[in-house]
C-alpha cells in the first residue's frame, strides 16, 4: 500500500495520431475490451485509487491546461469518496517526466512532512490484472519503505526496438508482505538500456536477463527528493523554493479539487530542464531495485497495436477488392483495389482539425516521421 500516488497525464500520445492528438491524446482515447467509460486514464486511475488507502491516501495527477476538461469528464465516473482523493495539478509548461515527478513528490511532502512511500504510474498503458498489478505493487512498497527506488520489469515477449531495457543484476529478497503472502522475483537494477537496433534487441532477449522497462517507479519522499538532490541538483532546485499551496489556491470542478495557482511552479518549470525521469535520477542511482512483473502489460506504441486491439470499427466502409484494411473513420470510406492498409480518418466535425492517415500495416511505427515533418511544416495546429 502507498500513502499517495503520482499519476503523469500529460503528453500528446504522438504516436496513434491522427485520432490522439494535443485536444485528445491517447490517455483519453477508449481502452479495448473495456466499457466506453473507461479509457487509458481512467484505468491508471483504478490502478492508483486500488494501492492507496482511503481517508487519507492522495491521487496526484500531474498534467497539462489543455488536458484539464478530458480529466474532469473521465473522473465523473468515480463516486464522491472517490473523488475526495483525487488532485490535479496543471503543468505550466510540458518538460517531460522529471520535472513532472517532482513536482508530485514536493506536493507530497509539502502537505505531509512525514516520510511517504509514492508510486508512479503512467496513463497511457494496459494493465492486467488489476489483482496482480496490485499484488506487485505491494512488494514495490515493501522496497520503497527501505529507501530504494523500485522499477516494474516487463518480461520481454520479443526482441522490440521501441522500449527502453532495464538489465537485471542479483536476485534479491522481498521483504515480508502483508499476510505473508508471497511476492514476485526482484533483483538489483544492473543497467538501463536505451531503446536498441533490431541486433542489440534480441540479443537483450536471448540473455534472459533484460526486461522493458515499463517506465513505473516507486520510492518514499524522502529518498526520491534526495536523489533528485545528488543527481540532478540544478533541476529540483527551483522546486524547493515552492511552500504548500494555499487553501484558496484550488477550484473543484466536477467533483475533484484542481490546484489553479501555486506561487512559485511557473517560474520552477521555466528554469526546469525537459528531461525524463531515467535520464536524470533512475540512470545514476545505486540503490534501483527491479520487481519483474507479474501482470500483462501492453504499451499499444503504435496503430499496429491499437487496431489488432480494436478490431473491426463501426466505420462505414464500401470495398471492391479490397482486402485485409483497417478503417477507423467518422465518415465514409470507400477502398479499391488495395490491401493491407490502415486508414484513420478524422474529418474535423468533432472539433478537431481534419487530417488522414494512410499507412501500410507494419508500417506505423513512421507516424512519428510524420509528426516530425508536420512540426517542421509549421503545421503544429494538425497536432
Not at 142 to 151: G, Q
Request: hydrophobic share 45%.
Amino acid at each position: 500500500m502507498f500513502n499517495d500516488c503520482i499519476i503523469m497525464a500529460g503528453g500528446s500520445g504522438t504516436r496513434l495520431w491522427p485520432a490522439s492528438n494535443s485536444r485528445r491524446p491517447k490517455q483519453f482515447l477508449c481502452v479495448p475490451g473495456a466499457s466506453a467509460a473507461s479509457s487509458f486514464f481512467t484505468d491508471a486511475v483504478d490502478r492508483a485509487l486500488a494501492l492507496t488507502p482511503r481517508g487519507g491516501g492522495r491521487v496526484i495527477i500531474i498534467a497539462g491546461e489543455s488536458h484539464v476538461p478530458h480529466i474532469i469528464a473521465a473522473c465523473g465516473r468515480y463516486g464522491e469518496e472517490e473523488r475526495e482523493r483525487l488532485v490535479l495539478l496543471p503543468e505550466p509548461q510540458a518538460k517531460s517526466t522529471a520535472p513532472a515527478v517532482i513536482c508530485g513528490a514536493l506536493y507530497s511532502r509539502l502537505l505531509s512532512p512525514e516520510d511517504r512511500t509514492l508510486l508512479v504510474l503512467t496513463s497511457d498503458h494496459i494493465i492486467r490484472p488489476l489483482e496482480r498489478f496490485t499484488a506487485d505493487g505491494a512488494a514495490a512498497a515493501a522496497f520503497a519503505r527501505k529507501d530504494r527506488l523500485v522499477v516494474f520489469g516487463i518480461p520481454p515477449a520479443s526482441p522490440e526496438t521501441g522500449f527502453g531495457y532495464i538489465q537485471a543484476g542479483e536476485a534479491l529478497p522481498v521483504p515480508a508482505l502483508p499476510g505473508g503472502a508471497g511476492g514476485p522475483a526482484a533483483f538489483r537494477a544492473a543497467s538501463f538500456r536505451e531503446k536498441p537496433d533490431r541486433e542489440t534487441a534480441e540479443a537483450f532477449l536471448a540473455a534472459g536477463n533484460f526486461y522493458w522497462n515499463s517506465g513505473m517507479f516507486a520510492f518514499s519522499s524522502r529518498f526520491i527528493i534526495e536523489e533528485f538532490r545528488r543527481s540532478a541538483p540544478d533541476l529540483i532546485r527551483p522546486f524547493e523554493a515552492l511552500r504548500p499551496p494555499e487553501a484558496g489556491a484550488y477550484t473543484r470542478e466536477g467533483g475533484i479539487r484542481i490546484l489553479r495557482s501555486w506561487a512559485g511552479l511557473a517560474d520552477a518549470y521555466a528554469a526546469a530542464a525537459s528531461i525524463s525521469f531515467d535520464y536524470a535520477v533512475a540512470e545514476k542511482c545505486t540503490r534501483t531495485v527491479m520487481i519483474a512483473a507479474g501482470f500483462a502489460w501492453q504499451d499499444v506504441g503504435s496503430w499496429d497495436e491499437y487496431a489488432k486491439l480494436l478490431g473491426d470499427r463501426d466505420a462505414e466502409v464500401y470495398r471492391a477488392d479490397a482486402e485485409d484494411c483497417f478503417v477507423d473513420a467518422d465518415i465514409p470510406v470507400a477502398l479499391c483495389g488495395v490491401q493491407d492498409l490502415l486508414v484513420v480518418v478524422r474529418s474535423g466535425k468533432h472539433g478537431e482539425p481534419a487530417s488522414v492517415l494512410i499507412s501500410g500495416k507494419g508500417k506505423t511505427q513512421k507516424v512519428r516521421e510524420i509528426v516530425e515533418q508536420i512540426k517542421a511544416a509549421g503545421r503544429t495546429e494538425l497536432l
